[in-house]
């Protein structure tokens, strides 16, 4: 367990680059954006990829922590401390249960945001006892009520939240984040993540519009 004098760090817990099929931002332009916001970590989560967390690792170990935003059969979770890419598609106990074998930790991307993968509540109840938090503040959630269910869920459940800009361009990066004390490992998260506290705003529409439209040439090829 951390000491009560731990150093707090801000932390961006959900973040995009190129590898992701619905963002252009490369890893060092995303390393940029930490520096410039005064994030002290940034949580890479490609959706269904560790490659660019990875490489983004290597450019700025000290700042990068590797992750994956897992698209499950029924919603999204988003790891931390990821060693082991998870494909997308399995049943989402599956992904847990590979999670686990790796030691991450475990959160649930925006659970009630039902245009983004969102949970239904009676699949959310059943992973509940076996996840680390709930997303409790994505800056990507059009509408408050989302963000605010999800803090709920969390005091219910007596679970840990995290918080991120969900950023798919680099403007947005470090928008949302969780002010948290100092953790290295996923162990460490799990003791320290209860004692975090968001912050952070909700993105403009127009941001979502943009980054839909700067990624149609990428979201074409994925498709062919």
Known sequence: MQPDS?????????????????????PQEAIDAVRRRGLDRLVITDHNSIEGARLAQRLAPDLVIVGEEIET???????????????RGLP????????????AFISVSHPFDVNR??????????????VDAVEVFNARCVFERTNRLAQQYARAHHLGGTAGSD??????????????????SAEELRWVIDKGEPGGRQVPLVVHLYASFISIP???????
């Open 167 to 184: 950023g798919h361009i680099a403007w947005e990066i470090g928008r949302a984040y969780l002010k948290v004390p100092f953790f290295s």
């Open 92 to 103: 989402v106990k599956e992904v847990i249960r590979r999670l686990r074998q790796q030691d």
């Open 117 to 130: 993968s969102g949970f239904a509540l009676p699949d959310l109840d059943e992973i509940a006892p076996l």
């Open 6 to 26: 731990s150093p707090i760090l801000k932390v961006d817990f959900h973040s995009h680059t190129k590898f992701s099929k619905d963002s252009q931002t490369t």
């Open 218 to 224: 990428k979201r074409i090829d994925h498709g062919r």
């Open 73 to 87: 059969q029924t919603g999204e979770l988003l790891a931390v401390f990821v060693e082991e890419e998870i494909p």
